[in-house]
């Protein structure tokens, strides 16, 4: 279940990068491609700057409140954003849409605390080589 979390966000993290430009070109027809690339990796990173201060807060909850419901509130809060960013109607909501799903979106940190917490030292490393290897494959579809 670790594995398919971590596929799941590598996935949804890399998915939308070749319709980048095509989105942020409805937004500003007008651009040209240089600038187009800008507006384009500003909205691509903005999941980046969420996820930078929301990292910090789903650790605290899930040191308070358990790994699992950090985890099914991370996949929630996914789910949720990633629904409000493809029906986003200006590029200012898109890349706020962006900047909420980095921060909801805390389960890399909570998982690999998850698995280090249930495996010992005779499964650890092949239990931390499938979660980078669900990773990879989740980048790579």
């Not at 954003?81 to 909801?104: D, E, H, K, P, Q």
């Amino acid at each position: 279940m670790i594995a398919l979390v971590t596929y799941t966000n590598a996935f949804c993290l890399s998915v939308i990068f070749p319709m980048l430009p095509f989105m942020t070109h409805d937004f500003f027809p007008y651009l040209s491609a240089t600038q187009l690339g800008i507006y384009s990796g500003f909205l691509g990173g903005a999941f980046s700057g969420g996820s930078f201060f929301g990292n910090i807060f789903w650790g605290r909850f899930a040191d308070i409140y358990g790994r699992r419901p950090a985890l099914l509130l991370g996949i929630l809060g996914t789910m949720v954003t990633i629904v409000f960013f493809g029906f986003s109607i200006s590029f200012i909501w898109a890349v706020c849409f962006r900047l909420l799903w980095g921060a909801l979106n805390g389960n890399i940190a909570v998982a690999k605390t998850y698995l280090s917490e249930v495996c010992d030292d005779s499964n650890l490393a092949k239990g931390f080589s499938v979660l980078g290897s669900a990773a990879a494959i989740g980048r790579l579809t």
